[in-house]
């Protein structure tokens, strides 16, 4: 099997068709497999493909498991509500947990390497993709060729694969633009010394920060709507365009983004959902079939829990690749089209203005007096991917300030 594109989801999709005994190529444009960014969010539908894939133990061992999620006001710093999210574990029976994204491709890496099914090609960029009807064929920028029985495209918001199987174009600017940061815990401010979520949300923006590698890091995420970029990943950010975005918010907000001397800069964009992201003997998979806004932190968990579920097809169509490719999108399009949808909603939430800004507060309180939203949709068992039984439940991560 050829797998395009090297990061969370193509590594993921390696691992989990060598755990079914089938070999893999493993093809990445970049010189090596390491992942750049910050922080991401794991719910606890990822955990169970964790376990599946024999990862629990690694990533418990990175991540950070913060004992709650509290929502803040941006512009008058209230706190709106808070949820123990240690509790829910209780409720769907794994954990939500936060990690570095290096480190987790680091740990689905390390599993890959010790797998003797996986071959992983750095530096290895596809140009040309061939369905020869009984294989596949790619080339790549400086002239070599793989063949594989099929592939799968795992390469990301700006696909090749896609645009050779379904060819719309560049994905929609959402004019939100992200800046991120990490710092080491000891340059972070005392009193936000927390093992705890804090999202400062309103008026166009938002600041996110969190504990990662069992607290020894801390993690930003700067949101705000801006006109100026059309495109890119991985550029560095204007502090002054970021401050002049959050000029109007409350002073600890502002005091905390004075921390960070240089940020990371993502444009944030997605794509409208489709139902038919194979053709033949090639399929999409993760941001290349179904990228998303990050406002449900689940773009990397839906492209986890895609390897997992398209592993089992592989394996159930007996070599009819094909086959297995249509049955997978079958069974995953709705659920990854509502995390599409459902992210733009909650990134409306999040931004609210003036009195749609107080009636989320207000709504959010009385949801949280009613025991909170049921995220089951998300959080619980889904049909097309096998069952867990038990999640083994980690240690909440404590600080030291
Ligand atoms: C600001 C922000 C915050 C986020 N927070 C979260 C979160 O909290 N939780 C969560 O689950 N998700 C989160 N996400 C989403 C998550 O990062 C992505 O959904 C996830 O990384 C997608 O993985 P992927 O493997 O499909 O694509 P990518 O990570 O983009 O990997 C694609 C890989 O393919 C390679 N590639 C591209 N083209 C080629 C080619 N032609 N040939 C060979 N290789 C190629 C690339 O170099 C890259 O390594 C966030 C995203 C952003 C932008």
Redesign the pocket.
């Known amino acids: 099997m050829l797998v395009?594109?090297?990061?969370?989801?193509?590594l993921t999709t390696a691992l989990a068709l060598s755990r079914k005994g089938i070999p893999v190529q493993v093809?990445?444009?970049?010189p090596e497999f390491k992942e750049i960014g910050a922080?991401?969010?794991?719910g606890p539908n990822?955990f169970r493909m964790f376990e599946l894939l024999g990862l629990t133990d690694a990533i418990f061992r990175w991540a950070a498991f913060p004992v709650s999620l509290e929502m803040r006001d941006s512009m008058t710093g209230d706190s709106v509500v808070e949820m123990r999210i240690d509790k829910l574990y209780d409720r769907y029976h794994a954990p939500y947990g936060v990690i570095h994204?290096a480190d987790l491709l680091d740990r689905i890496h390390d599993a890959c390497r010790a797998s003797n099914l996986i071959e992983l090609y750095p530096s290895?960029?596809?140009?040309e993709i061939e369905d020869r009807g009984d294989s596949v064929s790619v080339r790549t920028e400086s002239g070599e060729s793989y063949t594989g029985a099929a592939l799968v495209g795992?390469?990301?918001?700006?696909?090749?694969v896609r645009q050779h199987i379904v060819g719309d174009g560049k994905p929609v600017v959402s004019g939100h633009i992200?800046y991120?940061a990490v710092l080491p815990t000891a340059e972070w401010p005392k009193e936000y010394r927390l093992s705890k979520m804090i999202i400062w949300a309103g008026d166009k923006t938002h600041l996110v920060h969190y504990p990662l590698r069992r607290g020894e890091l801390f993690n930003l995420?700067v949101v705000f709507h801006s006109d100026r970029y059309e495109e890119g990943w991985d550029s560095y950010g204007d502090p002054a365009e970021l401050h002049e975005r959050f000029a109007e918010k409350c002073e600890p907000v502002r005091a905390l983004l004075k921390k960070v001397n240089s940020w990371k800069m993502?444009v944030?964009c997605d794509r409208p959902p489709i139902k038919n992201w194979s053709k033949g003997r090639i399929t999409l998979?993760?941001?290349?079939a179904h990228?998303?806004l990050?406002y449900l932190?689940?773009?990397?968990?839906?492209?986890i829990e895609d390897a997992v579920c398209l592993a089992n097809q592989i394996e159930a169509a007996d070599g009819d690749h094909a086959a297995a490719f249509q049955k997978y999108q079958e069974l995953r399009y709705l659920r990854t089209a509502r995390v599409q949808i459902m992210a733009r909603v909650y990134g409306e939430v999040y931004h609210a203005t003036n009195v749609v800004r107080e009636l989320r507060n207000k709504v959010l309180q009385e949801w949280a007096a009613q025991g909170g939203v049921d995220m089951s949709w998300l959080y619980g068992e889904q049909p097309e991917l096998p069952h867990v039984d038990n999640v083994p439940q980690p240690e909440t991560t404590r600080l030291v300030s």
């Open positions: 395009v594109g090297g990061g969370i989801g193509g093809l990445e444009q970049a922080g991401i969010q794991l990822v994204r290895r960029k596809v140009v795992c390469d990301g918001l700006w696909s090749t992200a991120r995420v993502w944030l998979l993760g941001d290349a990228p998303m990050q932190a689940q773009g990397a968990c839906m492209a």
